[in-house]
């Protein structure tokens, strides 16, 4: 099984900060990496897909990076909707193996 | 608008079995790539299965030979037998629309919660 890290587990950041999350593959995805948001009590959201594509809907300020085992996701300007957790997503090949997630807090 | 609503969650004892629906509207299920993926409660994300448009089917090792995922093409439903139940089962369990059959979930239901516990 291919095993997603992020990093940090977690972030204090301030609103108007550029903050960026990092996902390591254990071994070579090519760019089949999504990024996702989730807020408590809700369901995931569709960020980035295939590492650096923009989900329709979502602010430009949300960008993705990366290919093969390193992978980033960027926020340029934090705003305060954008507290919450951030997963990374494998979709090379089942099992379809998610990061363990960045919690990102207000500082 | 692409809408998933999951339903069937509960309590239920350990060794014992549930079944999941995810009822869809706005788009076929049976054409689309369709997962099921969980939340233990203050934990990760963790894919449990997906069925291609195909019918072909794959699971987690966790889960492999006690779950499995079905449709029914004609209520455009998609679901999730449950066996031999549990306590690591418990969960919060979403279903997923693949985008492109690319294995990037697009949309997703609200979750319903399964609770294995005697």
């Known amino acids: 099984d291919i095993q997603m890290t992020q990093s940090p587990s977690s972030l204090s950041a301030s609103v108007g900060d550029r903050v960026t999350i990092t996902c390591r593959a254990s071994?070579?995805?090519?760019?089949?990496l999504n990024w996702y948001q989730q807020k408590p009590g809700k369901a995931p959201n569709l960020l980035i897909y295939a590492a650096s594509s923009l989900q329709s809907g979502v602010p430009s300020r949300f960008s993705g990076s990366g290919s093969e085992t390193d992978f980033t996701l960027t926020i340029s300007s934090l705003q305060p909707e954008d507290f919450a957790t951030y997963y990374c997503?494998?979709?090379?090949?089942?099992?379809?193996?998610f990061g363990q997630g960045t919690k990102l807090e207000i500082k | 608008e692409v809408l998933l609503a999951e339903s069937g969650g509960g309590l239920v004892q350990p060794g014992g079995s549930l079944r999941l629906s995810c009822a869809a509207s706005?788009?076929?299920?049976?054409?689309?790539?369709m997962s099921w993926v969980r939340q233990a409660p203050g934990k990760g994300l963790e894919w449990v299965s997906v069925i291609y448009s195909g019918g072909s089917t794959f699971y987690a090792d966790s889960v492999k030979g006690r779950f499995t995922i079905s449709r029914d093409n004609s209520k455009n439903t998609l679901y999730l037998q449950m066996n031999s139940l549990r306590a690591e089962d418990t969960a919060v369990y979403y279903c997923a629309r693949d985008r492109y059959g690319d294995s990037t979930f697009d949309y997703w239901g609200q979750g319903t919660l399964v609770t294995v516990s005697s």
């Open positions: 071994q070579s995805i090519s760019n089949y």
């Open positions: 706005e788009f076929t299920v049976s054409s689309n790539y």
């Open positions: 997503q494998q979709s090379a090949g089942t099992p379809y193996t």
